[in-house]
């Protein structure tokens, strides 16, 4: 079993920065696959960053390309998205989310363990 905590998000200005962090609970984190999606009110829950086991490889959505940066530290079982250049559409909760298994994954059916959720808002 996996328990994932988020924390770090904020009311900033836009062309400002954020780190989200998801700290997580359970031996088997380091072995899983890590994501991060994201829901505005009204809209569906969205792929934003995911990241595989190794930290070796990530992926990105087009919409956060070249401004998001997702990281892991298994030793401190935790994993890190870092933002720039936000702007007030990144506005959303943002949710950390793991799976377990090779490679990584972008489709939120296929994570098995979510966290709460932390609330990002992008002001104009």
């Known amino acids: 079993q996996v328990q994932l905590v988020e924390s770090g998000g904020a009311l900033v200005q836009a062309g400002g920065s954020l780190r989200l962090s998801c700290a997580a609970s359970?031996?088997?984190?380091?072995?899983?696959?890590v994501g991060w999606f994201r829901q505005a009110p009204g809209k569906e829950r969205e792929f934003v960053a995911a990241i595989d086991w190794t930290g070796g490889i990530t992926k990105y959505a087009d919409s956060v390309k070249g401004r998001f940066t997702i990281s892991r530290d298994n030793a401190k079982n935790t994993v890190y998205l870092q933002m720039n250049s936000l702007k007030p559409e990144d506005t959303s909760v943002y949710y950390c989310?793991?799976?377990?298994?090779?490679?990584?994954?972008?489709?939120?059916?296929?994570?098995?363990?979510w966290g709460q959720g932390t609330q990002v808002t992008v002001s104009s």
């Open positions: 989310a793991a799976g377990r298994g090779y490679g990584l994954r972008l489709k939120s059916y296929e994570y098995d363990y």
């Open positions: 359970g031996r088997t984190f380091s072995s899983c696959y």
